[in-house]
């Protein structure tokens, strides 16, 4: 059921995504074609924004709002790490660079873990808490006032 923090959570993480994707871009190799990651990353906020942190929001204090946000980010993060890892596996199966399903699958974790290697930046860490904390807030705020 749709309800106000549901919306302002998946507001929150979307934007949150997007802005994280414009950051990580100069991080990777030059000449690295993006298409829509930006996009991606946006509707992968807006999914675990109103599955989670909207869904979780209970108006219960300033820490219950802090952890949900910051566990929500955290889905986040893993959730779009596997979608892009996802997308390059099925990208390198198609050119016949696996031969067995085990090893594509294993192929997605090491390519999630190749893509979770440009986050490690300063910069990008501290947007994430930052962008947690702030989203959980906000959105405990809204269930408190859009009941």
């Known amino acids: 059921m749709p309800t106000g923090s549901k919306l302002i959570g998946a507001l929150c993480l979307g934007i949150l995504g997007a802005v994280i994707a414009e950051m990580v871009k100069p991080l ?11 996009y991606v990353s ?3 906020g807006l999914f675990v924004g109103w599955k ?4 979780r929001a ?6 219950e709002a802090i952890n949900n946000g910051l566990t929500s980010v955290i889905v986040q993060v893993f959730l779009a790490l596997f979608v892009f890892g996802s997308y390059e596996m099925i990208i390198q199966a198609l ?11 294993r192929g997605i ?4 873990m190749f893509y979770g ?5 300063a910069q990008v860490i501290m947007t994430l808490v930052v962008g947690a904390i702030v989203s959980g807030i906000i ?6 006032h859009w009941r």
Not at 95 to 105: F, I, K, N, Q, T
Request: aromatic share 20%.
């Open 28 to 38: 990777f190799p030059e000449g690295t074609g993006f298409g829509y990651f930006t």
């Open 42 to 44: 946006f509707a992968v």
């Open 52 to 55: 989670f942190l909207g869904a």
């Open 58 to 63: 209970a108006g219960r204090g300033l820490t």
């Open 95 to 105: 050119g016949h660079r696996y031969s067995e399903p085990m090893e594509a699958l």
């Open 109 to 112: 974790l090491e390519l999630g």
């Open 117 to 121: 290697a440009f986050l490690l930046n």
């Open 139 to 144: 959105t405990d705020f809204a269930y408190r």
